[in-house]
Structures are given as structure tokens and as C-alpha cells.
């Protein structure tokens, strides 16, 4: 079983940079793909950004160019650094776990976070 813990989100403003961590515990997941994903009030949960074993990423479509994603697989975690954060990036954010090869499905991931909520004032 894997167990999946956030951090770093907060209530920050417009403009500014944040860091959220994944840390993960139960196995070694170097050869997983870890994702992150989103979810606003009233939305549908969406795909953010995924980094695979082989540290090869991908983003959404709207934060492409603000966000990097990358791991430290002796640490099993995984960063999500956002910059030239908007309002429209308040959410939560989840870590999540596959071993399947569709990184943008959500319906793909085993293993999920309790998120870490990032709130953007404007």
C-alpha cells in the first residue's frame, strides 16, 4: 500500500512562487509515474502536470510554462513548483501514483493524496 502526503500549499498572492512536495511512503516508486492534478471549487478535477520514472514530463494546457513538476526518488517525492501564481490556480492539489502508461487519465491512478489547498488572492 502507498501512502501519499502534500505539502506547501497555502494563501498567497497574485504573482507569487510556491512549492508543493508529495512525499510518499509503503515502496519505492523510482519507476512510477507521479502526477499532480487539481480541483477547484465547483470543477471537475484536473490533470496539472506528471513526471514518469524515466523523469520524462507532462502538463496541462494551462500551466504550461508556470509550472515544473520533478522527483527525488531517494527522497520518494515529488515537487510541483508554480510560479507567477493566478486566481484561477485556487484549488486543491492532489499527488497521485500510477504504474499505467495513460499519465493524463485520472481514472488511471492507484494511489492518491488528501491534497493541499492553494489559495490565490488577487
Known amino acids: 500500500q502507498v501512502q501519499l502526503v502534500e505539502s506547501g500549499g497555502g494563501l498567497v498572492q497574485a504573482g507569487d512562487s510556491l512549492r508543493l512536495s508529495c512525499a510518499a511512503s509503503g515502496r519505492t516508486l523510482s519507476s512510477a509515474t507521479m502526477a499532480w492534478f487539481r480541483q477547484a471549487p465547483a470543477k471537475e478535477r484536473e490533470f496539472v502536470a506528471a513526471?514518469?520514472?524515466?523523469?520524462?514530463?507532462y502538463y496541462g494546457d494551462s500551466v504550461k510554462g508556470r509550472f515544473a513538476i520533478s522527483r527525488d526518488n531517494t527522497k520518494n517525492t515529488v515537487y510541483l513548483q508554480i510560479h507567477s501564481l493566478r486566481p484561477e490556480d485556487t484549488a486543491m492539489y492532489y499527488c497521485?501514483?500510477?504504474?499505467?502508461?495513460?499519465?493524463?487519465?485520472?481514472?488511471?491512478?492507484?494511489?492518491w493524496g488528501q491534497g493541499t489547498q492553494v489559495t490565490v488572492s488577487s
Open positions: 497521485a501514483v500510477t504504474t499505467g502508461v495513460f499519465v493524463y487519465m485520472e481514472s488511471n491512478y492507484n494511489y
Open positions: 513526471i514518469t520514472g524515466r523523469l520524462t514530463t
